[in-house]
């Protein structure tokens, strides 16, 4: 992990929750959505398919345990995982609880609504909340 580091994009995009054993897991800072990124700690990943066979069990469980978090404090319709990594090429999960009301539904979040910076009071509980749904 000593050569990993977050590309300037997701630093400037997110607010760190907490590291799990493989995935620094973030918030992103668009409040129209529920939104987690979960990036594995390690130097030099692009795809899902470069991680190790035993990162990638690590990356399926930690996708299941931001998922579960989500579905307990947001009660969405569907969970969204994806991998993209067409503009940001560091390897990073975006993980999305959607509602049939979100101004997205049913489409792809990605250039819907513009991005809705969350309240300093509004930032805070919500990561409290996550830390706390992680526990």
């Given amino acids: 992990m000593t050569d990993y580091e977050l590309h ?7 607010v760190s929750v907490c590291a799990w054993p493989l995935c620094e897991v973030l918030l992103l800072t668009d409040a129209n959505y529920p939104w987690l990124v979960l990036v594995p700690a390690r130097p030099d990943l692009r795809d ?9 069990v690590t990356a399926g469980r930690e996708i299941s345990r931001a ?8 009660e969405p319709d569907k969970i969204n ?3 993209l990594g067409n503009m940001v090429p560091q390897l990073h999960i975006h993980i ?4 049939t009301h979100d101004a997205a539904w049913p489409n792809p979040i990605w250039g819907v609504a513009p991005p809705l910076s969350y309240a300093s009071d509004a930032l805070g509980t919500r990561l409290t909340d996550l830390r706390r749904a992680f526990g």
């Fill in 96 to 99: 999305v609880a959607r509602h």
């Fill in 48 to 56: 899902f398919h470069d991680l190790s066979p035993d990162d990638m």
């Fill in 8 to 14: 300037p994009q997701l630093a400037a995009d997110t």
């Fill in 81 to 83: 995982v994806a991998a």
């Fill in 67 to 74: 998922s579960e978090a989500l579905m307990e404090l947001f």
